[in-house]
């Protein structure tokens, strides 16, 4: 069965916002800690942002912080990414992901469960 599902991608421009959104299944949500992670064509998949399960504790790449804000409604099982001042670096498939606290989100070895991916390109 399907455990998460990530949309919100789309075409913007440089300077532009967006919101992904991740879709979990409540076993996983209440269980590990979410995040995202993002491949740029002919590179690899690499950390973003994650959230502790109580949405207390968020991480982010070096690249993002500042820009991205991750949180979570555990009411509704969803992880959300806001993105703002979008740059070309950017453009890149989004991943939702999952991984166990004890192991913490930032190497995607530790990742889980996968989202399926949503495409995010900003143009310059």
């Known amino acids: 069965q399907v455990q998460l599902v990530d949309s919100g991608g789309g075409l913007v421009q440089t300077g532009s916002s967006l919101r992904l959104s991740c879709a979990a299944t409540?076993?996983?949500?209440?269980?590990?800690?979410m995040g995202w992670f993002r491949q740029a064509p002919g590179k690899e998949r690499d950390f973003v942002a994650a959230i502790s399960r109580s949405g207390s504790i968020t991480y982010y790449s070096d690249s993002v912080k500042g820009r991205f804000s991750i949180s979570r409604d555990n009411a509704k099982n969803m992880v959300y990414l806001q993105m703002n001042s979008l740059t070309h670096d950017d453009t890149a498939v989004y991943y939702c992901?999952?991984?166990?606290?004890?192991?913490?989100?930032?190497?995607?070895?530790?990742?889980?469960?996968w989202g399926q991916g949503t495409q995010v390109t900003v143009s310059s």
């Open positions: 409540e076993g996983i949500f209440n269980t590990y800690t």
């Open positions: 992901a999952a991984a166990l606290p004890v192991f913490g989100l930032r190497n995607r070895a530790n990742v889980e469960y």
